[in-house]
Each structure stands twice: as C-alpha cells, then as structure tokens.
C-alpha cells in the first residue's frame, strides 16, 4: 500500500484549502483513514479520521467545525476540507491507513496506523 497526499500550500488567513491523499495497492474500502499534522517545532497530532466505509467521521478539537474529512471509494482518494484557517493550522499534513476490513471503525492514534503518506506542507499567514 502507497498512500500519496498533495493540495498544500499557501493561503491567507480565513481561506481554504483541500487536500488531497491518493491510496494504491488493496480494496481502498477495507482501509480506515486519517489525517495528522505536524506544526512547526511540534510533534504530530490527530486531526481526523473516516471509517472504511466513510459512515463515521471524528474531528480533533481545534478543527471541528472548520474541516471536513471525506472518502471517494471509487477513486481511492480522501480528502481533507480546511475552511477558515488560521496561522495555527501551519503544519506538514499526512495521510495515514490501517487496514479494517470492517468498514465500521475509524482510529484517532498515530500508532494504530500502518502505512503513512511523505505530508504536504500547508502553511497559514496572517
């Protein structure tokens, strides 16, 4: 499995921003997903995570409300919607995936996943 995440850059302030991670290799159906970041000087932290299906979702905190965590089956791709953002999203964004053939799970620890995307840069000014 190859997970590949791309969409950084830079963005003012109150904009937005999708990312983007492509997954290759088993039935994308069977993976939980996630998103984490690592903020400058900081270590990675959760951010959000979908079920293998995509019926459940959950939401860090300090996102909730503002980002928006979705799965395309059919292309293999979850995104990651970021609204109103603020200097303090600055962070090196990755994708990860475990495997559950489930479907019904999702995971919000950095050491449940298995496989890691090389993160794309989302830098937020003010």
């Known amino acids: 499995v190859q997970l590949q995440a791309f969409g950084g850059g830079l963005v003012q302030l109150g904009g937005s921003l999708r990312l983007a991670c492509t997954v290759s290799?088993?039935?994308?159906?069977?993976?939980?997903l996630g998103w984490f970041r690592r903020p400058p000087g900081k270590e990675r932290e959760f951010v959000s995570a979908?079920?293998?299906?995509?019926?459940?979702?959950f939401y860090a905190d300090s996102v909730k409300d503002r980002f928006t965590i979705a799965r395309d089956n059919a292309k293999s791709t979850v995104y990651l919607e970021m609204n109103k953002l603020k200097p303090e999203d600055t962070a090196v964004y990755y994708c990860?995936?475990?495997?559950?053939?489930?479907?019904?799970?999702?995971?919000?620890?950095?050491?449940?996943?298995?496989?890691w995307g090389q993160g794309t840069l989302v830098t937020v000014s003010s």
């Open positions: 990860a995936a475990l495997w559950d053939r489930s479907g019904s799970d999702l995971y919000t620890e950095r050491s449940e996943y298995q496989v």
């Open positions: 290799g088993r039935t994308f159906s069977t993976y939980a």
């Open positions: 979908i079920s293998g299906s995509g019926g459940k979702t």
